[in-house]
C-alpha cells in the first residue's frame, strides 16, 4: 500500500498567515492527489484535485502543488473559517489512502 | 443537485449484523463510483471499499477486506455498507462519498454514526 504522511499533524496560526500544510507518498504517485477539509462534525470537502487543481467554488486562497512523492496545500491568507482538518488522499492506485491528517487551530 | 443521503444513527450490541445505506440523487448514480470511509472518535479518515453501481465492480481496502461487505441496488440509487458480526471497535462515523472519475470524492453523505456496546 502506498502510505501518505501529513506534516506537521498540528498547527496553530493565526488569521492572515499563509499556512503550508506538507503530504508525503511513500512512492511516487505522480499527480494523483487530492486535498479535503474537514470541520467538527462536518463530511469532508474536496479542495483540490490533481495535485493542482482546485474544485469549483474553492477559494482562491487554497492552492498546491508538487508531483511524485511531495505535495503541499497553501492557504496564503487564512480565514476564520479555515480552522479545520485537512486531509490528503492519494489516488495513484485502486487501493485509495489517507493521510493522517493536518489539524490547523487559532493561535 | 448531487446528494448522497445516508441512513440514520445505529446502536447495537456486539455480535449483531448491521447494514447502512447511502441513497444517491440529482445524477446518474450507475456512473460514479461510491465509496466508504471511516472515522473513528477523534481520529482520521480511513477509505474502506469502492464499489461501482453500474457493473457492481468492488475494491476492499486490505484493512477492511473480510470485515465488511459493500453493495449496491442500482435500481433505487443505494449502496450499502454492511457487518454479520460487529464488534466494538466498529464503533465509529461512516461516511459515502461519490466519484465522477480519478477516485477523487467529489461528494459526500452527511455520515452515519454506528455504536456497538454491551
Known amino acids: 500500500d502506498i502510505q501518505l504522511t501529513q506534516s506537521p499533524s498540528f498547527l496553530s496560526a493565526s488569521v492572515g498567515d499563509r499556512v503550508t500544510i506538507t503530504c508525503r507518498a511513500s512512492?511516487?504517485?505522480?499527480?494523483?492527489l487530492a486535498w479535503y477539509q474537514q470541520k467538527p462534525g462536518k463530511a469532508p470537502k474536496l479542495l483540490i484535485y490533481?495535485?493542482?487543481t482546485l474544485q469549483s467554488g474553492v477559494p482562491s486562497r487554497f492552492s498546491g502543488s508538487g508531483s511524485g512523492t511531495e505535495f503541499t496545500l497553501t492557504i496564503s491568507s487564512l480565514q476564520p473559517e479555515d480552522f479545520a482538518t485537512y486531509y490528503c488522499?492519494?489516488?495513484?492506485?485502486?487501493?485509495?489512502?489517507f493521510g493522517g491528517g493536518t489539524k490547523v487551530e487559532i493561535k | 443537485e448531487v446528494q448522497l443521503v445516508q441512513s440514520g444513527a445505529e446502536v447495537k450490541k456486539p455480535g449483531e449484523s448491521l447494514k447502512i445505506s447511502c441513497k444517491g440523487s440529482?445524477?446518474?448514480?450507475?456512473?460514479?463510483?461510491i465509496g466508504w470511509v471511516r472515522q473513528m472518535p477523534g481520529k482520521g479518515l480511513e477509505w474502506m471499499g469502492i464499489?461501482?453501481?453500474?457493473?457492481?465492480?468492488?475494491r476492499y481496502s486490505p484493512s477492511f477486506q473480510g470485515q465488511v461487505t459493500i453493495s449496491a441496488d442500482k435500481s433505487i440509487s443505494t449502496a450499502y455498507l454492511q457487518w454479520s458480526s460487529l464488534k466494538a471497535s466498529d464503533t465509529a462515523m461512516y461516511y459515502c462519498?461519490?466519484?465522477?472519475?480519478?477516485?477523487?470524492?467529489?461528494?459526500w453523505g452527511q455520515g452515519t454514526l454506528v455504536t456497538v456496546s454491551s
Open positions: 462519498a461519490a466519484s465522477g472519475g480519478s477516485f477523487v470524492f467529489d461528494y
Open positions: 440529482g445524477y446518474s448514480f450507475t456512473s460514479y463510483w
Open positions: 464499489i461501482y453501481p453500474g457493473d457492481s465492480d468492488t
Open positions: 512512492q511516487g504517485i505522480s499527480s494523483y
Open positions: 490533481a495535485a493542482s
Open positions: 488522499q492519494q489516488l495513484n492506485s485502486y487501493l485509495l489512502t
